[in-house]
């Protein structure tokens, strides 16, 4: 069985900044990774109708890390589960959890891949078109090589090693369009 994946809003980081914003659907998961700041609300939520889906039954909310362009609607949907790199938090309930490994549904995992920061998770979907990863061990498809804002230079690069040594078909950056990895992308 395979997710599919639906960019809702794709994220930019110049003078203003949006985080990218993903929906996954896997049989009865439906997840959105990083809903942060964008420039209205409706740019997260408008897409969900033609997918049939109103925000109560977004089932989990991903959040690559902890910063507020990735994680500032996240009250936009009421019915989630909210998940990080330790923890699954739904009301006043804290599960704490190791998210490297932990799967979401036979489509959705998460692998720990500390580099922007030391707490980064991304989201490994298995989709038709391929693996696809949703990290922010990259902000576009050109990097930035030298993330300005990585606590840890070598511990970035061995994650960003780690990812694209799955071989992934996609990756869904933080700030930017799904991209094909090459042999030209950053480490």
Known sequence: MTASFHVLTTGYADTRVAGTVTLLVDGETVAIVDPGMVADRRLILD???????????????????????????????????????????????????????????????????????????????????GLVVLTHLWWTAEGPADDPFAPDRDQLRAAREKVLALGPALIVPGHGAPFVPSSTTPL
Do not use: K, Q
């Open 47 to 129: 897409p969900l109708a033609p997918h049939g889906l109103a925000p109560e039954d977004v089932t989990d909310v991903i959040f690559s890390h902890h910063h507020p362009d990735h994680t500032l609607n996240a009250a936009l949907f009421p019915e989630a589960r909210f998940h990080d790199h330790m923890a699954i938090y739904r009301d006043d309930i804290w599960e704490d959890r190791d998210a490297d490994g932990y799967r979401l549904s036979s489509s959705i995992t998460l692998m720990t891949t500390p580099g922007h920061t030391a707490e980064d998770v991304s989201t490994l979907v298995t989709a038709d078109e």
